[in-house]
């Protein structure tokens, strides 16, 4: 894709915004970037703006904005922003970081998305072909932007990217050689007018352009998961209560690889360090993949045990007084909350809330009530939380971790379990969900001494 000489405007000054700017500057283009936040949060990306020689404003989007050839959006700037209705209303064309750092692309791309999970899997995807000795770049939703290490990747690389649906809608041409769907759950509904039908079908958009020489691989036991693909893409499965024809069952304790060739034991389920059914699915999503670009079984194996999880992910901070902390700030849905909750035995106190995302919380009323001995509503939504719980479960609204871990104090006994695990965003009180998981593991450090 030749961009040379073209004017691009950037809509969001943060990580992808910056790497695609710098991107474009590097491929001859005119960048121009635009973020409608004040200055103070977005300065720590301003100097790398003005270190590159890239024109940007902020604190709101001027005319120059829609002076473009093309318009690169962040997946944080909503499909139904004022912004980006007046270019398409001009007829300028509007596409994702992701779609516009993907026409540079040498390497071959793994997108994985989902509701929940992808982090994980994209970490251990990445981690096993590490072990294996291929040349791998992680990157989109995690760690760099795509943007930023596009042109890095040659024909050798392989391209792990974590995907969201934001980023999916605004793709024309992007293409995975292997694109992975781990589950579909409602989450970020406020973003598509509580549809979750619009939902799913931008996940379902990480397939919308691959062959027949492509890899489709996907949660077979999610039933929110279309069976009927209209490309000619290969499909492959992974699950725990569904026949798999093509992929990776686990059964009896198993990784089991399936395929026209027969099955074969990839390894033992207990090989995996991190525990609980929701990391084994991750897990045998990447084992697929594995098994995909040739990784031997043996090196898969090693992935599995040597590979200790994510930050902010069911993450264990510290135990005071026989209580254990656990931050599990990425747990942005309901559904990451169900999966945290049953990946323990002990008496759980929960911190729940943040910004709404227009939670259903029906679906953790019986594993509240069957694991939960007390929940501290916190944050924008934490009225919300006590209204629906506090009939189940002894619910106090809270106005910062601080509150909440001195409260644990009183309220948790040797034996229980604190867990940050919030099911709604961050915006309303931080940054981002590793800024929320940074500040409450400060607070568990800062008071418990």
Known sequence: MNIKGKNISIIGAVRSGVGAAKLAKKMGAVPFVSDSAPYAKIEIYLQTLIDNKIDF?????????????????????????EVLLKAKELGLRVVSELEFASWFCKGKIIA????????????????????????VFTAGNIGLAFSEIVLSADEQ??????????????????????????????????????????????????????????????NIDDKKIPLTISTAVQKYEFGAT??????????????????????????????????????????????????????????????????????????????YKGVKYYNDSKATNVDSVWYALKSFEEPIILILGGKDKGND?????????????????????????????????????????DDC???????????????????CASFDMFNNYEHRGEEFKNSVNRILL
């Open 405 to 423: 871990i001195k409260s644990s104090l009183i309220d948790g006994v040797s034996g229980d379990v604190l867990l940050l695990s919030p099911a």
């Open 112 to 135: 994985i998305t989902g509701s929940n999970g992808k982090t994980t899997t994209t970490s251990l995807c990445g981690h096993m072909l590490e072990t294996a000795g291929k040349k």
């Open 157 to 218: 690389s392989f391209v792990v990217l974590e995907v969201s649906s934001f980023q999916l809608d605004h793709i024309e041409s992007f293409k995975p050689y292997i694109s992975v769907l781990l589950n579909i759950t409602p989450d970020h509904l406020d973003r598509y007018e509580n549809d979750f039908e619009k939902y799913r079908n931008s996940k379902m958009r990480i397939t919308a352009n691959q062959d027949g020489s492509d890899y489709f691989v996907y």
């Open 361 to 401: 919380y029906n679906e953790l009323k019986n594993l509240v009530h069957e694991k939960v001995k007390k929940i501290y509503a916190i944050g924008s939504s934490a009225e919300k939380v006590k209204s629906f719980f506090g009939e189940i479960v002894n619910t106090e609204l809270k106005d910062s971790f």
């Open 242 to 319: 569904s026949t798999v024809q093509y992929g990776t069952q686990i059964s009896e304790g198993k990784f089991i690889f399936n395929s026209s060739d027969g099955s074969e034991e990839i390894c033992e389920t207990s090989a995996l360090f991190v525990k609980g059914i929701h990391n084994q699915y991750n897990a045998a999503a990447t084992a697929t993949i594995g098994k995909i670009v040739g990784i031997s079984n043996t090196d898969i194996q090693k992935a599995f045990e040597s590979f200790k999880g994510v930050e902010h992910r069911v993450e264990f901070v510290k135990e």
């Open 57 to 81: 404003e902020f604190g709101g989007h001027s005319e120059r904005v829609h002076h473009a050839d093309l318009i690169v959006t962040s997946p944080g700037v909503p499909s139904n922003s």
